[in-house]
């Protein structure tokens, strides 16, 4: 079966009436990802995402008694860019590495990496346009960077002509593979306009709803969507 007709599975949503609801309830369900993966395996792998809808999650998170020296992450993606307003890495320093989570091991994403860990949570946006991580439909290079076959964990992506890239078209980004490898995989979602373009893409081809293929994590999956 090719990845265009995955058939989606089913997987966790939780509804809250406030965006104030969500970053609580986020907040709580990603530090009882961290303390049980320390608990099993002594440190925590994350994967983290840029945009308005982490940001304050972020915050929340530095502020929580976590071993924050036994939690390692990363990104999922990045613009590629000088500019540090359009900088995930810099977001990230700012809003999460800080408070109590200062000590934390933040490594930026770069092209040159090689093999990822297996994350214990992967977090993940999406836009209006269906794209999620810098996975973008109408990409030239959507093909290859949602290869389920692809050894390349970390890929730049050349989003040119994308509306949802911005004017950010240059990106690095992990690739499907790496990030559907994560043993959970959270998506947060706010407003009505992104619910129903979710909800539409179990019906699209991924290169056209890349979020479609999140579905295929079944149950590690985890939606939580606000107004």
């Not at 860019?81 to 809003?95: F, W, Y």
């Not at 794209?131 to 964990?153: C, E, M, Y």
């Not at 699209?204 to 579905?215: E, G, H, T």
Request: include cysteine; aromatic fraction near 6%.
């Amino acid at each position: 079966m090719g990845l265009a007709a995955v058939t989606p599975t089913e997987y966790n949503i939780s509804v809250f009436e406030t965006h104030e609801d969500l970053v609580s309830a986020s907040t709580d369900w990603i530090a009882g990802r961290i303390k049980a993966a320390i608990s099993k395996r002594g440190m925590a792998n994350l994967a983290l995402s840029g945009g308005s809808t982490p940001k304050p999650v972020y915050a929340a998170l530095s502020r929580c008694d976590l071993l924050w020296e036994s939690v390692w992450a990363t990104l999922v993606d990045d613009r590629l860019t000088d500019d540090p307003s359009g900088s995930n890495a810099v977001m990230v320093n700012e809003l999460l590495k800080q408070n109590k989570a200062r000590k934390m091991i933040f490594r930026a994403l770069k092209p040159e990496a090689g093999a990822q860990p297996q994350f214990d949570v992967a977090i993940v946006g999406m836009g209006t346009d269906g794209h999620t991580a810098s996975w973008f439909p109408g990409s030239r290079d959507i093909q290859r960077v949602l290869d389920p076959k692809s050894n390349d964990a970390v890929q730049v992506i050349d989003a040119a002509g994308c509306p949802g890239a911005g004017n950010y078209p240059k990106r690095i980004t992990l690739s499907l593979p790496a990030l559907m490898n994560s043993r959970d995989v959270l998506l947060l979602i706010t407003g009505a306009e992104k619910l129903k373009v979710f909800e539409q893409s179990a019906q699209m081809s991924v290169y056209d709803a890349p979020v479609k293929a999140l579905r295929a994590a079944g149950p590690r999956l985890t939606v939580m969507w606000a107004p």
